[in-house]
């Protein structure tokens, strides 16, 4: 995943863009970087590693070695960025968080006549770069940008810092991810997360509408291209990666996870299985607000039978490998023996894709006396990897525990029936759940429905992505 925050100012910009971009650390674990622009000293660029100390502490020297009425930040879990780019359009520094999936037939089309990419890690082109490379086959950013929402599979959101000092920003062609703008007196900014930028000062402006390109300055925010009609936006942001105080089409991702909640605990009300739970907790951190909308509505206590151990350990997903990942959690809970020995417990988590980590905690939580617990997931079943952005991306759809133990029951033939396992009316959906449970040992089991999401999102469903659900595009 990833996210960006921009700045031009009267004065100096470093200072929000250095916060800013810090604010959207929970979406990146690798790559930190910051590009700014100085009338006197042009561009500078600076890219830290981040997997094992946080942005803040990498760049707390930047106001040393940066200066610039104009920046741009980016947190990245893969590709570091933002780049410098020298081309006929100019010096520029540029960032983007998306994914795109046909890199060498963009580069076989568009790019085969000469030049050259760096190569990532596996050989792989840093994608920043092809896109940069994109652009520069037009004769301006906005021809440019238009061409790479229209040639590029998967999804776009690009921040571009030009040599006047001005910040063009492009929203993806479907609006897979927000983007917004924020003004004060001192300038304008654009950012991923609302929060980040009320934070410091500034007031929303306007949220950028699909493929919507805008240039920023001090002054203005000036539309270059129209958004488009169709919007498709992550669906996921509300249940898990979006940050619990920002707000996407105008919907804040806290209260949408209350209601969340309380919608699968009215659904478990009806068909009476948690009679006997003592308390409801959320897997933490996001499935916390869930729990939490959960108890309210089924009157059951709200407690935190662990805690997340996070001044050492602020990152469970650190480590590339899934070992590694698994101990970290493990030694990340710690206990409340009272809230858990001879307790019946239920759990809320914002969603079940490996169930690898799930599995360890319910070990946990067993290992400390519970008598029984219960797992509900704020989502439905993930069936697809998704294929629009770097983020829970399986490499394969077997990592994914729904395919796996559809596989186990069925075999392939039991792709046919996605739709019947994902429902928990139906005897595929049952078996689904009773297999699972068993797999990982929950008392019961039970995911929201699609119709569930969307009401708690409360936008038209054609304009969510629900694609890691159902597979529609």
């Known amino acids: 995943m990833g996210g960006f925050f921009g700045a031009v100012t009267k004065t100096d910009a470093l200072t929000d863009v250095f916060f800013g971009t810090d604010y959207h650390s929970h979406l990146g674990t690798r790559?930190?970087?910051?590009?700014?622009?100085?009338s006197e000293i042009g561009h500078q660029r600076v890219i830290h590693n981040i997997q094992n100390s946080p942005f803040r502490t990498k760049f707390e020297k930047i106001f040393d070695e940066m200066q610039g009425f104009a920046a741009i930040g980016c947190i990245s879990d893969f590709e570091p960025q933002p780049l410098l780019i020298r081309s006929r359009l100019g010096t520029y520094a540029i960032c983007n968080?998306?994914?795109?999936?046909?890199?060498?037939?963009?580069?076989?089309?568009?790019?085969?006549?000469?030049?050259?990419?760096?190569?990532?890690?596996?050989?792989?082109?840093?994608?920043?770069?092809l896109i940069s490379a994109l652009i520069n086959q037009k004769d301006n950013f906005t021809d440019g940008i238009k061409f790479?929402?229209?040639?590029?599979?998967?999804?776009?959101?690009?921040?571009?810092?030009?040599?006047?000092?001005?910040?063009?920003?492009?929203?993806?062609?479907?609006?897979?991810?927000?983007?917004?703008?924020?003004?004060?007196?001192?300038?304008?900014?654009?950012?991923?997360?609302s929060f980040a930028y009320e934070k410091l000062g500034y007031e929303k402006h306007k949220e950028l509408g699909p493929g919507e390109i805008v240039e920023i300055t001090a002054d203005s925010c000036k539309q270059l291209s129209p958004p488009g009609k169709e919007m498709k936006i992550c669906s996921f942001l509300w249940s898990y990666y979006g940050y619990p105080t920002s707000t996407y089409e105008g919907v804040n991702v806290e209260l949408m996870r209350y209601r969340n909640g309380e919608i699968m605990a009215k659904y478990d009300d009806v068909v009476k299985n948690t009679e006997g739970v003592d308390y409801v907790g959320g897997v933490p951190d996001s499935g916390t607000p869930h729990a939490i909308g959960y108890a309210n509505a089924s009157h059951i206590p709200f407690a935190r039978a662990f805690i997340k151990y996070t001044p050492t350990w602020a990152?469970?997903?650190?480590?590339?490998?899934?070992?590694?990942?698994?101990?970290?959690a493990k030694m990340k809970q710690v206990p409340v023996d009272e809230l858990i020995t001879d307790k019946n417990l239920l759990f809320v988590d914002d969603s079940i894709v490996r169930g690898t980590q799930l599995k360890g905690?319910?070990?946990?939580?067993?290992?400390?006396?519970?008598?029984?617990?219960h797992m509900r997931s704020a989502c439905p079943p993930i069936m697809y990897s998704c294929k629009y952005l770097n983020f829970s991306r399986?490499?394969?759809?077997m990592e994914l525990l729904a395919r796996q133990i559809i596989m186990e029951?069925?075999?392939?033939?039991?792709?046919?029936?996605?739709?019947?396992?994902?429902?928990?009316?139906t005897k595929r959906g049952k078996n689904l759940r009773d297999a699972i449970c068993k797999k990982l040992n929950f008392a019961s089991l039970e995911f929201?429905?699609?119709?569930?999401?969307?009401?708690?999102i409360g936008l038209e469903p054609c304009k969510l992505c629900t694609y890691c659900w159902n597979g529609k595009e």
Do not use: H
């Open 409 to 425: 029951l069925e075999g392939e033939e039991g792709f046919k029936y996605i739709e019947e396992y994902s429902d928990a009316s």
């Open 315 to 328: 990152r469970s997903f650190t480590p590339q490998k899934q070992t590694e990942r698994t101990k970290i």
């Open 97 to 129: 968080v998306g994914v795109v999936n046909n890199a060498d037939e963009l580069i076989d089309s568009y790019l085969s006549k000469g030049g050259y990419f760096d190569s990532m890690t596996g050989g792989k082109v840093n994608p920043t770069e």
């Open 394 to 397: 399986a490499t394969n759809e």
């Open 361 to 373: 905690t319910v070990d946990f939580l067993y290992a400390n006396g519970a008598k029984s617990v």
């Open 448 to 456: 929201q429905s699609l119709e569930g999401v969307i009401k708690a």
């Open 31 to 38: 790559r930190g970087g910051m590009a700014a622009f100085d």
């Open 148 to 193: 790479v929402q229209e040639v590029v599979k998967g999804t776009t959101s690009i921040l571009i810092l030009t040599d006047s000092g001005t910040i063009i920003a492009a929203r993806d062609k479907v609006g897979r991810l927000p983007m917004l703008v924020g003004k004060s007196d001192e300038g304008y900014c654009v950012s991923f997360e």
